[in-house]
Each structure stands twice: as structure tokens, then as C-alpha cells.
């Protein structure tokens, strides 16, 4: 079920427990945008008013995310997420679709393609997260806090403990490690992202996602069944190394790598309008 309002924030419902948010603005042939780990659509506020012109952009929460209805059922790994962003696809009959993925969100689109090849047109993954050998070890690379926290998640009874404890404070320390240069985040997107946390079952959803790390490193195995065309995209300062990059670009056929000059893991929110030129030029 689907209720869809040009430039308003709409729902499209999947199930009673599943659904996403998203905003659909602009004009042209369709773009979606999908957030990274632990945000919204909302994340991409600098970024879909340059592109706005060029395309028409479907902004989404993913389940759980957001305001997303939270499933307290839900996996939240790699494959619960991509069946809901296929879904989206398909149940908006969006073709030639461009989908620009950051993050978790930049593997989910490289996954999507590779299971809707007749229907994704281009992919641009953001400093995809696919590089995990351990629990919430892209964001544990961020700073000591940022090891300290995510690393105790993963502890019984403390984990649960310590994400109720997260407040604006702490969760603007662990964001703080995604940037080239943490002045960039926004307070006010910062506060956002805070009040959005303290929905009930929230947290216990985040924690779900870190928890799937296993499968965020496994999307790398449906990477060479990609037919259209991709460019990565990271950060000069994103978590990934050199060589978990190069393994990524390797495993793409005729993919293309560019690099972003003073940006960390949040490229969208850091470097906007680096972004949308690399978007736009290759339009």
C-alpha cells in the first residue's frame, strides 16, 4: 500500500509491521537515495537540492530507520533491507532508476543492482560498508570512543545497557569519527538523528544492524553479477583502507573508482557538492 505526495514526506507500506518512509521531489528520470548506517532521509538534505534538477529523488528511511515503522521482528541485516528496498522499486514501477547508496546504503545499492538489473540504470556506492571483519568495525575505526562504545554493543546485558545510555553527547562523539573534519556535522541534524533514537525500540534496532556485520562483508559476493554501470565514491578519509577499496572496485566489472579530497565516511553531509558534481558530470 502506497501513499505518495510530491516534495511531503509519504509511507509505503510493506506489511502491518514493515514500511518506510520517503520523500519524493524534483524532476526528471527517477534517483533514490538510500542513508547510511544509523541515519534517515533526512541526511541528505544538502545533497538532493543539487540534484533535484536533474532528476526526480526519492529520498527513504530504510525499515527501522527514521520514522520508519520498527519491526521488533525485524533482522535488519544486509538481505532484510535489500528485500525492502526492492520492494520499493518495484512496487513504484521505477525504471532506469539511479540509485546512490552511502554506507550501508552504498553496498545496498550494489546488492539491488545486482537483483534488478532491468530496472537500475546506474549506481553510485558512497563509501560502501562491506569491509567488516568484526562487530561495527567500519565505525569502531572512527576514534577511541568510537571503539570503546560500538565494541561494549556487542557485550550481553551491558550492550543493551550502554545504547540506553547514548545520549546527543555520545552520539555526536561516534559521528564525529565519520568526518574528515567533525566541525561539519550539523548540531541540528545531530539533534535530529538524537530524537529519532529515543523511539521506543530504537536502539535494540541499531544494535540489530551492527549485529549483521557478517552480512554487510558477504555483499561483496553478489558484486560481480552487477551489470550497469558503477562508481565508487569514498572519502580520502573514510574508514575504509586502500586495499578493502581496491578489493571492492576489483570485484565490479568495468567499475570505476573517484576520490574525494578532505571527506570522511559522511560524504554527503561533508562534501554535498563534490558529490553532486560526480552525479551530475557523469549524467
Not at 207 to 226: E, F, H, N, P, T
Amino acid at each position: 500500500m502506497l501513499s505518495a505526495i510530491k516534495d511531503e514526506p509519504s509511507i509505503f507500506e510493506i506489511s502491518k509491521t514493515l514500511s518506510m518512509r520517503f520523500r519524493k521531489s524534483g524532476d526528471g528520470p527517477p534517483l533514490l537515495l538510500i542513508h547510511t548506517i544509523r541515519t534517515q532521509l533526512e541526511y541528505f538534505r544538502s545533497l538532493t537540492p543539487l540534484l533535484e534538477e536533474s532528476y526526480t529523488v526519492y529520498a527513504i528511511d530504510l525499515p527501522g530507520h527514521g520514522h520508519s515503522a520498527i519491526d521488533p521482528d525485524g533482522t535488519f541485516d544486509e538481505l532484510y533491507l535489500r528485500r525492502a528496498v526492492i520492494r520499493f522499486i518495484e512496487e513504484l514501477d521505477l525504471s532506469a532508476v539511479t540509485i546512490v547508496g552511502e554506507s550501508i546504503g552504498g553496498a545496498l545499492a550494489l546488492t539491488v543492482a545486482a537483483a534488478l538489473p532491468r530496472r537500475v540504470r546506474q549506481v553510485y556506492a558512497v563509501n560502501p560498508y562491506d569491509y567488516e571483519t568484526r562487530y561495527g568495525d567500519g565505525i569502531r575505526r572512527g576514534n577511541w570512543f568510537a571503539n570503546f562504545i560500538i565494541g561494549s554493543l556487542q557485550i550481553p546485558v551491558l550492550g543493551a545497557i550502554n545504547a540506553s545510555l547514548e545520549n546527543k553527547m555520545v552520539l555526536g562523539k561516534i559521528m564525529g569519527g565519520g568526518y574528515h573534519d567533525p566541525r561539519k556535522l550539523p548540531s541540528d541534524l545531530l539533534a535530529e538523528f538524537d530524537r529519532v533514537a529515543r523511539r521506543p525500540g530504537y536502539k535494540r534496532m541499531a544494535r540489530k544492524v551492527l549485529a549483521g556485520w557478517r552480512s554487510w562483508s558477504k555483499a561483496r559476493d553478489y558484486y560481480g553479477q552487477i551489470g550497469t554501470a558503477v562508481t565508487l565514491i569514498y572519502g580520502d578519509s573514510d574508514w575504509s583502507l586502500p586495499s578493502e577499496r581496491e578489493r571492492t572496485r576489483s570485484s565490479i566489472p568495468g567499475s570505476q573508482l573517484v576520490m574525494l579530497r578532505k571527506t570522511g565516511h559522511f560524504a554527503s553531509v561533508e562534501s554535498p557538492a563534490e558529490l553532486a558534481r560526480v552525479i551530475i558530470g557523469n549524467t
